[in-house]
């Protein structure tokens, strides 16, 4: 597998909450000279970004990040808001404690709000898989799915882990057809980035693949 091809997979990501804005212009600039997939940054830097470079650059934000708990207005309204200053892409993450509260129908029913309102944008779900159960993200595999997202996700990168290859499997054996993978958190070197792109990850957020690629020593998200 080429660099080509496994940047080609990557959304740059900067989610550190100090991140200035000239950290913001470095992966930017890195996403356009190595053609990633995407950009992830804040919310805040949304507009900014995309007054700076325009279409030069996929723009990809973080909904109800890091802790999910927002409410479901609140969500949409922030989705909205990033879509309307230029976001292609939402990562959204979903309300952990209804999962745990087994209140499955809020789930699905927040995916699939904030869906509709992003007016055809994508949608990736943070699952946050270090807090589950395996059976509550098999139930989850299932909630993404019919709320029609375009991806799950295993990750916010501030929870106790990250992705694992045995939790991409689970996804790959539990959700429907037209629901890709991301990855993200932990992903630490060449070799992670190969192998998750080989069970079948479309997509994987981390802020060190060009660093990784290079021969760089690497650290965070």
């Given at each position: 597998m080429t660099n080509k091809e496994i940047l080609a997979h990557i959304d740059h990501t900067l989610l550190k909450q100090f991140a200035t804005w000239e950290d913001i212009q470095t992966i930017c600039n890195d996403a356009i000279e190595y053609q990633t997939a995407s950009v992830c940054i804040p919310p805040g830097y949304v507009k900014q970004i995309k007054e700076t470079y325009g279409d030069k650059l996929n723009i990809c934000t973080v909904i109800g990040f890091p802790l999910g708990y927002n409410t479901t207005a609140v969500k949409v309204f922030e989705a909205v808001d990033a879509v309307k200053n230029g976001a292609n892409e939402i990562d959204m993450v979903i309300n952990i404690t209804a999962l745990k509260n087994k209140d499955f129908d809020y789930v699905q029913n927040e995916i699939a709000e904030i869906k509709k309102a992003i007016d055809g944008k994508l949608l990736k779900v943070i699952v946050e898989t270090c807090f589950l159960t395996e059976a509550e993200k098999v139930t989850v595999c299932q909630l993404v799915t019919n709320a029609g997202a375009d991806y799950i996700k295993t990750s916010t990168g501030f929870g106790t882990g990250g992705a694992t290859i045995e939790d991409i499997r689970l996804f790959k054996a539990n959700i429907g057809p037209n629901i890709k993978m991301k990855a993200a958190g932990g992903v630490k070197s060449v070799d992670d980035l190969i192998?998750?792109?080989?069970?079948?990850?479309?997509?994987?957020?981390?802020?060190?693949?060009?660093?990784?690629?290079?021969?760089?020593?690497?650290?965070g998200y």
């Amino acid at each position: 597998m080429t660099n080509k091809e496994i940047l080609a997979h990557i959304d740059h990501t900067l989610l550190k909450q100090f991140a200035t804005w000239e950290d913001i212009q470095t992966i930017c600039n890195d996403a356009i000279e190595y053609q990633t997939a995407s950009v992830c940054i804040p919310p805040g830097y949304v507009k900014q970004i995309k007054e700076t470079y325009g279409d030069k650059l996929n723009i990809c934000t973080v909904i109800g990040f890091p802790l999910g708990y927002n409410t479901t207005a609140v969500k949409v309204f922030e989705a909205v808001d990033a879509v309307k200053n230029g976001a292609n892409e939402i990562d959204m993450v979903i309300n952990i404690t209804a999962l745990k509260n087994k209140d499955f129908d809020y789930v699905q029913n927040e995916i699939a709000e904030i869906k509709k309102a992003i007016d055809g944008k994508l949608l990736k779900v943070i699952v946050e898989t270090c807090f589950l159960t395996e059976a509550e993200k098999v139930t989850v595999c299932q909630l993404v799915t019919n709320a029609g997202a375009d991806y799950i996700k295993t990750s916010t990168g501030f929870g106790t882990g990250g992705a694992t290859i045995e939790d991409i499997r689970l996804f790959k054996a539990n959700i429907g057809p037209n629901i890709k993978m991301k990855a993200a958190g932990g992903v630490k070197s060449v070799d992670d980035l190969i192998a998750f792109i080989n069970e079948g990850c479309s997509r994987i957020g981390t802020s060190s693949a060009v660093k990784m690629l290079k021969g760089e020593e690497v650290s965070g998200y």
